[in-house]
């Protein structure tokens, strides 16, 4: 299963909430984690905030982990399908270069666009995905 975290989830599961299984899972194989180096540097930037009292040799090692196991994309295409926090696109556009089937968020805005835009990231992805399964 090929999946994008959005900050806060990873955010979350790092601080042991109740999505510390989400860390596990991946620890375990049991999703392919996509990523952007966008990304990358936002989690790693999130996770630096003092606010969060993180230790540094704790956030190292949790980018360390993104590094060696997380799959990098580039994406091709630029898209503007949130128009409420524009930053999100970027966690769309890794899941289309990265045929993931899966964006986790608690963030609604990230996945609240007009019908016609999420219908046309629903085809683009459902056709890769119909593609690769022939």
């Not at 630096?48 to 949790?62: D, H, Q, S, T, Y």
């Not at 930053?87 to 270069?97: I, P, S």
Request: aromatic share 6%.
């Amino acid at each position: 299963m090929r999946v994008v975290l959005d900050t806060n989830i990873l955010l979350s599961a790092v601080l042991g909430a109740a999505l510390a299984p989400v860390l596990e899972h991946w620890r375990a194989g049991q999703f392919t984690l996509i990523v952007t180096d966008e990304i990358a540097r936002e989690y790693l930037d999130v996770l630096r905030r003092p606010k969060f009292g993180l230790p540094a040799e704790g956030v190292e090692a949790i980018g360390a982990f993104v590094f060696q196991r997380a799959e990098f994309v580039t994406p091709m295409e630029h898209l503007a399908v949130v128009a409420a926090d524009p930053k999100d696109n970027k966690f769309l556009e890794a899941a289309v270069a990265g045929e993931a089937e899966f964006i986790i968020s608690t963030s609604r805005k990230s996945v609240i666009a007009s019908e016609a835009k999420q219908s046309q990231l629903g085809r683009r992805l459902l056709r890769r995905k119909t593609r690769a399964s022939q």
